[in-house]
């Protein structure tokens, strides 16, 4: 050991605020999934409340933190999505899949976005919006339902019946439109159809009035880590018109797959019941 590495030299270099600030990003990283409160954070941090909150709040305005209201609770922001999801050519994936989505919304028209796979729930790290006035409610960073988005049921397509039917008891499977599918074996069946074509569909399950079709990429373990999807408004689309993007976002969702240096996976296509 070199006395630059001493622990009491090391001690004189430690900056106490950065110290402090690290700290309260491994607490919240450790802590429950819906965030902490301010009060819980100086608790254990073991700082004041005022201090707390002017370290919560310089890191919320780098996306290092992020807040989930009601209750004004801490979460980590997309900064350390970002950060922390790393490809192995050393590129975040966010970097990655930025020229696809750029490709697949000047062929369509649509919203493009990718989500890494958070535990069997879709969390979008990236988009690109569709040109024009209309915008959708999707931020980055928070892990959606996956019973309702075609990137949820893309990601779950990747698992076995028993591996979905674990993560949905976590989840639940609440109606958010008549079209939601609320049931374990509806579920089970749609997923067999992602798993026949290779791609998603959210025909209007999620929100009314919106469309999605998202595809799953796969690392080079060949695990799910990730989904591309596209998102526009419901039309009358004819089947082929769908068929023609589900086919656009496959073959995207492989290209992204390729550049990771993955092979998907053999997909599971009977449920496991044992």
């Known amino acids: 050991m070199t006395n630059a590495d001493r622990p009491e030299t090391l001690a004189r ?20 999934v819906d965030g902490l409160t301010v009060s819980e954070l100086a608790r254990q ?14 890191l919320l305005e780098f996306n290092y933190l992020r807040i989930l209201e009601p209750g004004t609770r801490y979460q980590l922001g997309l900064a350390l999505v970002r950060l922390g999801d790393i490809s192995a050519s050393g590129l975040p994936l966010a ?4 020229p696809v989505l750029h490709d697949i919304n000047a062929k369509t028209g649509l919203t493009i976005r990718a989500a890494i796979n958070e535990n069997g729930r879709p969390l979008f790290i990236e988009r690109v919006d569709a040109p024009g006035a209309i915008r959708f409610h ?4 928070v892990p959606e339902l996956p019973h309702v988005s075609s990137a949820g049921k ?8 028993r591996e979905v039917a674990s993560i949905i008891a976590v989840t639940g499977m609440p109606r ?10 509806g579920l089970f069946d749609d997923l067999a159809e992602v798993r026949r074509r290779g791609y998603a569909v959210d025909d209007e399950e999620d929100f009314d009035g919106v469309f999605c079709v998202g595809a799953a990429f796969f690392d080079h373990s060949g ?7 596209a998102t526009g408004i419901k039309r009358d689309l ?15 969702a492989n290209g992204i797959t390729r550049m990771l240096g993955g092979t998907p996976r053999e997909l599971v296509t009977t449920a496991v019941t044992t």
């Open 45 to 58: 941090l073991g700082a004041s409340k005022s201090t707390t909150f002017a370290l919560a709040r310089t």
């Open 154 to 161: 893309a990601i779950l397509a990747s698992m076995t019946d």
């Open 95 to 98: 970097a990655i899949c930025q």
């Open 176 to 185: 958010r439109t008549a079209n939601t599918i609320t049931t374990l074996q």
């Open 238 to 252: 004819p089947e082929q018109a769908v068929r023609d993007l589900g086919a656009l976002v496959r073959e995207s």
């Open 223 to 229: 695990s799910c880590a990730g989904t591309i999807s």
């Open 13 to 32: 270099y430690t900056v106490g605020s950065l110290h402090r600030a690290l700290r309260l990003v491994d607490i919240i990283a450790s802590g429950p």
């Open 138 to 141: 999707a931020p980055l960073g």
